[in-house]
Nanobody, 127 residues
Framework: QLHLVESGGGLVQPGGSLRLSCVVS????????IGWFRQAPGKEREGVAC????????SYVDFVKGRFTVSRDNAKNTAYLQMNNLKPEDTAIYYC????????????????????WGQGTQVTVSS
């Protein structure tokens, strides 16, 4: 079992930045890819970005490309989502989750391939 906890959300002005953290309390953290998802009010959950188990391969949906960056620090059992040039449309609850399969070099943001979802952290982008 893995326990994931997101943090780092908050209120930021348009054009600002936030860095979200996803702390994983399990020693096999480095065996799994990590995905980031978000859910805005009145909308379904959507994928944002992901990274393979090694962190060397990443994937981003079009509406965050060039603005968001995923990374991981295996020594800290922590994954990160750096969000720059935030827009009001980015307002949502952000979640992290791990891939079902181990040792996946690449990734996608198909939610069916993820388990152990965190509780989410609120990101609000407003002036």
């Amino acid at each position: 079992q893995l326990h994931l906890v997101e943090s780092g959300g908050g209120l930021v002005q348009p054009g600002g930045s936030l860095r979200l953290s996803c702390v994983v309390s399990e020693f096999t953290f480095d065996s799994y890819g990590i995905g980031w998802f978000r859910q805005a009010p009145g909308k379904e959950r959507e994928g944002v970005a992901c990274m393979g188990y090694s962190g060397s391969r990443t994937s981003y949906v079009d509406f965050v490309k060039g603005r968001f960056t995923v990374s991981r620090d295996n020594a800290k059992n922590t994954a990160y989502l750096q969000m720059n040039n935030l827009k009001p449309e980015d307002t949502a609850i952000y979640y992290c989750a791990r891939r079902v399969r181990r040792y996946e070099i690449g990734c996608d943001v198909d939610p069916d391939r993820y388990i152990d979802w965190g509780q989410g952290t609120q990101v609000t982008v407003s002036s």
